[in-house]
């Protein structure tokens, strides 16, 4: 098991390489000295990696349990890797649908009231933010 001296210790090389810790869970050091929580793992007969975070924003504690779910996943038949980029995608969509209703909310409050500068606000509203926010 990786301890902090050695995590903290780990300077960057001229390739990259790989401390491991346990199950599989291993922090890859770039040569640009970024320091990388990663997991290999198999399914389906392919070898894959899960990226679980970066080592100055998740600590080896917080890692350790984000490997353990993943090891569960596993066992459950599910693949790590498409359970991370679902969950993702829900936060994305539930991002825009909140920005959505803002936005409209907003609209009634604020935009100009007559007839015609209404729909034009909204429709420039909608043209300029929600192509961005739909944008993958």
């Given at each position: 098991?990786?301890?902090?001296?050695?995590?903290?210790?780990?300077?960057?090389?001229?390739?990259?390489?790989?401390?491991?810790?346990?199950?599989?869970?291993?922090?890859?050091?770039?040569?640009?000295?970024?320091?990388l929580w990663r997991m290999n793992y198999v399914f389906d007969g392919k070898n894959?990696?899960?990226?679980?975070?970066?080592?100055?924003?998740?600590?080896?504690?917080?890692?350790?349990?984000?490997?353990?779910?993943?090891?569960?996943?596993?066992?459950?038949?599910?693949?790590?890797?498409?359970?991370?980029?679902?969950?993702?995608?829900?936060?994305?969509?539930?991002s825009r649908n909140r920005f959505e209703r803002v936005a409209r909310e907003w609209?009634?409050?604020?935009?100009?009231?007559?007839?015609?500068?209404?729909?034009?606000?909204?429709?420039?509203?909608?043209?300029?933010?929600?192509?961005?926010?739909?944008?993958?």
């Open positions: 098991m990786l301890t902090e001296i050695k995590m903290r210790g780990a300077k960057p090389a001229a390739k990259a390489y790989k401390l491991f810790d346990a199950h599989r869970m291993f922090l890859l050091v770039n040569t640009g000295g970024s320091k894959k990696t899960l990226a679980l975070g970066s080592y100055s924003l998740v600590g080896v504690a917080e890692a350790r349990k984000k490997r353990d779910q993943a090891r569960l996943d596993l066992q459950q038949g599910f693949d790590p890797g498409v359970f991370k980029k679902l969950k993702l995608k829900a936060n994305l969509e539930a609209h009634q409050v604020n935009a100009p009231s007559g007839p015609r500068s209404r729909p034009r606000t909204f429709s420039a509203l909608s043209k300029a933010t929600y192509s961005l926010l739909s944008a993958p």
